[in-house]
């Protein structure tokens, strides 16, 4: 997945600077030397440091980083993160991709640090979906995991997960299950199989078949999760995922799912708030 991140930084940077970026061409000398550093304007979890790196070393190599805080820290404000000097007309040029990246990926890590805070003593991890933004998911999905999270799955490669519209169009639990069987086994193929169940009767066919290794909960209410995770009994994992709020989270929890699936991680989490200034 490496070419996809490289592949991102250079969309990125030819959708921003085009032919030139003329303002600092026009006004900072090509021998122009400079140092500028990145100060955090918020409270939260930091994260991106890594990929910042990268994105100044694909436009200028001979920009020098220095770090102080790394990855997964938890950061106040008025903190300065790193330091980046060379080039002026660098530091100018690769500001705002590395702010863009930094900053929505400290936000999901943020968000993602407070509902794994709010699990603490239970078993229970909290998910990420596929709802992300095209073209960032591998960046996305690391926030995730550098706040506490788990990646679900990255793409539709990695793993069968039949959700309601594949068991509908199917034409049913049992078929859905068997075919996905059926598939692994003639592509030689080895994925997990997870299925999602709207109600009682679709957990009593999943269990049935069987040959899966978990199975999602969809707009279970609490006292149903509570039941249809007494009914499983352990025999797959578990997880819940629809309608799920942060205020919830715990109820869930405490049910004994294994995992709580969150699209509020990458869809709609607020950035946090950083700037990249000279000093």
């Known amino acids: 997945m490496d070419h996809l991140i490289e592949d991102l930084i250079k969309l990125a940077f030819a959708e921003d600077i085009g032919d030139g970026d003329h303002t600092t061409l026009c006004s900072i000398p090509a021998t122009a030397m400079g140092k500028s550093q990145l100060i955090i304007k918020e409270d939260g979890v930091l994260a991106g440091v890594d990929m910042a790196k990268r994105i100044f070393h694909y436009f200028d190599p001979g920009l020098k980083v220095t770090v102080f805080i790394h990855d997964g820290a938890e950061v106040k404000k008025g903190d300065i993160a790193l330091t980046v000097e060379g080039k002026v007309q660098s530091l100018l040029q690769t500001e705002r991709l590395m702010l863009n990246v930094m900053q929505r990926m400290s936000g999901i890590a943020t968000t993602t640090r407070r509902y794994v805070k709010a699990l603490e003593g239970t078993n229970t991890r909290v998910l ?152």
């Open 128 to 279: 990420d979906t596929r709802k992300t933004t095209p073209g960032m998911r591998m960046l996305e999905k690391e926030a995730v995991k550098i706040g506490g999270g788990v990646n679900h799955r990255i793409g539709l490669f990695d793993m069968i997960l039949l959700k309601d519209n594949h068991v509908d169009f199917a034409g049913g639990i049992e078929n859905a299950i068997t075919r996905a069987q059926s598939y692994l086994k003639e592509k030689g193929k080895k994925l997990k199989i997870e299925i999602e169940v709207r109600n009682f009767n679709e957990l009593e066919q999943a269990m049935q078949v069987g040959g899966i290794d978990r199975i999602m909960l969809d707009n279970f209410n609490i006292e149903d999760t509570k039941e249809a995770v007494r009914r499983i009994g352990g025999r797959f994992e578990t997880e819940s995922s629809g309608g799920i709020t942060f205020d919830t989270l715990r109820a869930y929890a405490e049910c004994g799912v294994d995992f709580i699936s969150v699209g509020a991680l990458t869809h709609s989490v607020k950035s946090l708030d950083m700037s990249l200034k000279a000093c």
